[in-house]
């Protein structure tokens, strides 16, 4: 299984950056995805979540608003189009992908079962 998490840059504050994951080796329309970052010093912390159809989201209060989550399962992809950027989101960026089958993405979202590599993102003042 490989999630090639791209996209990640140097921005200025109240720029747009939209990242993508490309998932294989899994039958990715049977997992929920998601997006993750951790700052520098900090933990890794949930950003947004898709199940497996798309037709559920969720998000961080800190991005709600701001950021939007989507896939693509023809292509085996989930991207976060993240928009009015600042400071605060500068992080590492990772995807992931939990199994939903029988599960709820909430039961799944914080407990995912593939992770990829991050993407730096850097969002200057």
């Known amino acids: 299984v490989q999630l090639q998490a791209s996209g990640g840059g140097l921005v200025q504050a109240g720029g747009s950056l939209r990242l993508s994951c490309a998932v294989s080796g899994l039958r990715f329309s049977f997992y929920g995805a998601g997006w993750f970052r951790q700052a520098p010093g900090k933990e890794r912390d949930f950003v947004a979540a898709?199940?497996?159809?798309?037709?559920?989201?969720y998000y961080a209060d800190s991005v709600q608003g701001r950021f939007t989550i989507s896939r693509d399962n023809a292509e085996n992809t989930v991207y976060l189009q993240m928009t009015n950027l600042k400071p605060e989101d500068t992080a590492v960026y990772y995807c992931?992908?939990?199994?939903?089958?029988?599960?709820?993405?909430?039961?799944?979202?914080?407990?995912?079962?593939?992770w990829g590599k991050g993407t730096q993102v850097t969002v200057s003042s």
């Open positions: 992931a992908a939990a199994n939903q089958e029988g599960k709820r993405l909430r039961e799944v979202m914080y407990d995912m079962d593939f």
């Open positions: 898709i199940n497996f159809d798309g037709g559920t989201t």
